[in-house]
């Protein structure tokens, strides 16, 4: 699309190296739109930034990012929103600090979305994922856009099931919205550019780096109502996205489960803070005042019921397939093409020794 | 011990059929104690019951009862307390239907002992019984007398936590405290009776009756200044309890479990409406305002630790002995004998297939 005749300003102020946002934002505040900014003499800037970065602003190394900046806009599909664009979303425009601009890549109507951020563990477990994936996909169906960090486990478990509803996925990036981290996300990456949309707000080529993910945490749960964290150690990133949303007065949602698994331990800690135990992505949606579920599906409900006989049966207990075929009365041959069926649908996982799970889908809100 | 001279008169009104509790306490707000009411015209009394329980007051049937209740009262152990006694626990004269009497046998110093309940599903997994000795356990050791129900499942693993403890256990009956129910738990009955208490406010020789149970709980959590779930299904018993505990002004407290499990719906529920999530004994002493934790031993907590060793490479899924083998870099023969004495101490279990699996103790608080 055409870039905003205003955004190269937009671009030379915020990649100007020791202009940080808050600096930025103070400079907006005194002048007007950054062309108005650059339109002042320098002597005049000295008061907000050190004589060297005044130098910087109108250095060649700057005119150069804003024109690599301009370039990458230009494509279809990417989009550098500021503060002062009508589609800057309206969330963030809540929070302390809002970024000045937002790097995007897909689809931008995803920033006007009524938005749920689905957070937890790089390390989850099995159950874990498919929690996040079946809360996911339960409440983009009603409509959220599900936001995430696009780290492995528990965040990439969320995008998918986010992609898999009508609500679709929303990623915020610690690095550049062009750099893929980590790189085995690199396909769900590509399909989020697709049907979701990747999102950062840190200059274009901005590789990984410890510190800008709990910053990046802070728009995670700043473009949402609410956070729900699935899994969490203690402590852990998913607890600083939680206690953002909790001083952005997000609501705080966590999943409970065994007092012994480490990865619980965070979810409960969220719990005894205050935050709301949830067992259905229903729980989730009956907290969110004023979103009201639109055009629930109920076919993947449907889908997961057809399956309940050979479940049924299993228990909760590792059990081999010869329990398996006395407990349904059925013969070796169906057991095993079911439970096959069931592994792929991720269903049911099978341990060493012949023995085989289930594997639970979470409840349906 | 010798009996209270009233007892008698306790006994003849309390065993009179047809004269509940409730009309027993208006007798006795408006004539005094048990004696004087029988010193009252049988044609007063009318005014509080109908003339044939009037009638039975006087019958040979009531004297026989009385009688075999004092013959019963007499024999070493057992004792009948009464409102009146200074032996009755204050905490239940704090709820709003304190049982006139109490058949007590064993230690009825435990009545004057600040106790916590501690109660749960009868169809527990071995999880939720090995959390709730542990817990017991470890409320016990800090003082607090562990109340429970003699049920099958959690409250059995409770009292037996608790007998383990310096707190000790008290079961509260719903047949009378000469009946054992369920059968099952006969020798836990017999040994609560020699070093804890087995109490109940019904007549001797009361059978099981279910409609005794939900009223039995509410004297489970009168007892006590808290109660905690650790497993419960929705709707049961325990809830019921609970319920009581925080009508009575109790404190309430309850084990996540996963959201797939339906023994901890009951207690995600509890949590919903405002219980404590708890993860250890620690946490449930922390909320009981007023009560100050007695000699802690932190002998259990090493014993704990010297088994680290196995457990540790065991993670917490399902495993075989070649797989611990080549993790404790160990010989079969050491793995297997270790095995077996983990799986003897309830630390592992054995499933089908050669597996073993951890089985967790609680966090001791």
Same mark, same amino acid.
């Given at each position: 699309?055409?870039?905003?005749?205003?955004?190269?300003?937009?671009?030379?102020?915020?990649?100007?190296?020791?202009?940080?946002?808050?600096?930025?934002?103070?400079?907006?505040?005194?002048?007007?739109?950054?062309?108005?900014?650059?339109?002042?003499?320098?002597?005049?800037?000295?008061?907000?930034?050190?004589?060297?970065?005044? &130098?910087?602003?109108?250095?060649?190394?700057?005119?150069?990012?804003?024109?690599?900046?301009? &370039?990458?806009?230009?494509?279809?599909?990417?989009?550098?929103?500021?503060?002062?664009?009508?589609?800057?979303?309206?969330?963030?425009?809540?929070?302390?600090?809002?970024?000045?601009?937002?790097?995007?890549?897909?689809?931008?109507?995803?920033?006007?979305?009524?938005?749920?951020?689905?957070?937890?563990?790089?390390?989850?477990?099995?159950?874990?994922?498919?929690?996040?994936?079946?809360?996911?996909?339960?409440?983009?169906?009603?409509?959220?856009?599900?936001?995430?960090?696009?780290?492995?486990?528990?965040?990439?478990?969320?995008?998918?099931?986010?992609?898999?509803?009508?609500?679709?996925?929303?990623? $915020?990036?610690g690095t550049?919205?062009?750099v893929?981290y980590p790189?085995?996300?690199?396909?769900?990456?590509?399909?989020?550019?697709?049907?979701?949309?990747?999102?950062?707000?840190?200059?274009?080529?901005?590789p990984a780096a410890a510190?800008n993910?709990?910053?990046?945490?802070?728009?995670?749960?700043?473009?949402?109502?609410?956070?729900?964290?699935?899994?969490?150690?203690?402590?852990?990133?998913?607890?600083?996205?939680?206690?953002?949303?909790?001083?952005?007065?997000?609501?705080?949602?966590?999943?409970?489960?065994?007092?012994?698994?480490?990865?619980?331990?965070?979810?409960?800690?969220?719990?005894?803070?205050?935050?709301?135990?949830?067992?259905?992505?229903?729980?989730?949606?009956?907290?969110?005042?004023?979103?009201?579920?639109?055009?629930?599906?109920?076919?993947?409900?449907?889908?997961?019921?057809?399956?309940?006989?050979?479940?049924?049966?299993?228990?909760?207990?590792?059990?081999?397939?010869?329990?398996?075929?006395?407990?349904?009365?059925?013969?070796?041959?169906? $057991?095993?093409?079911?439970?096959?069926?069931?592994?792929?649908?991720?269903? $049911?996982?099978?341990?060493?020794?012949?023995?085989?799970?289930?594997?639970?889908?979470?409840?349906?809100?």
């Amino acid at each position: 699309m055409m870039p905003d005749p205003g955004l190269a300003s937009w671009l030379q102020l915020s990649l100007t190296p020791g202009l940080g946002p808050s600096s930025l934002r103070s400079l907006l505040k005194r002048f007007g739109l950054p062309q108005a900014v650059l339109a002042r003499k320098r002597a005049e800037l000295t008061a907000f930034m050190t004589p060297a970065v005044v &130098e910087a602003l109108d250095s060649e190394r700057v005119a150069q990012s804003v024109a690599r900046a301009l &370039e990458w806009a230009a494509a279809p599909g990417h989009e550098i929103v500021t503060l002062a664009d009508d589609t800057y979303p309206k969330a963030l425009l809540e929070i302390g600090d809002p970024p000045p601009l937002l790097y995007a890549h897909g689809d931008v109507s995803l920033l006007q979305r009524p938005a749920i951020a689905v957070v937890g563990s790089r390390n989850a477990t099995a159950q874990g994922e498919s929690n996040a994936a079946q809360f996911a996909k339960a409440l983009s169906d009603a409509g959220l856009a599900v936001v995430s960090g696009l780290a492995l486990g528990i965040d990439a478990a969320a995008h998918r099931g986010g992609l898999a509803g009508r609500g679709s996925t929303l990623a $915020v990036l610690g690095t550049g919205v062009d750099v893929v981290y980590p790189t085995r996300n690199a396909e769900l990456a590509a399909e989020i550019a697709r049907k979701g949309l990747l999102l950062s707000e840190f200059p274009l080529g901005t590789p990984a780096a410890a510190h800008n993910f709990p910053r990046r945490n802070r728009l995670i749960s700043g473009l949402t109502r609410g956070c729900l964290v699935v899994e969490a150690a203690l402590p852990s990133g998913s607890l600083i996205t939680a206690r953002f949303a909790a001083e952005q007065g997000r609501e705080v949602f966590a999943i409970p489960g065994s007092i012994h698994s480490p990865l619980s331990k965070g979810c409960h800690s969220l719990i005894k803070s205050g935050a709301k135990l949830v067992e259905s992505a229903e729980d989730v949606l009956a907290e969110l005042s004023g979103f009201r579920p639109s055009g629930y599906a109920s076919t993947a409900m449907e889908t997961a019921n057809a399956d309940i006989g050979l479940l049924a049966v299993m228990g909760h207990d590792p059990v081999d397939v010869d329990s398996l075929c006395e407990r349904a009365g059925w013969s070796a041959e169906q $057991v095993t093409s079911e439970l096959l069926r069931l592994e792929l649908d991720g269903r $049911v996982t099978a341990l060493p020794g012949g023995l085989y799970q289930r594997l639970e889908k979470a409840p349906r809100g």
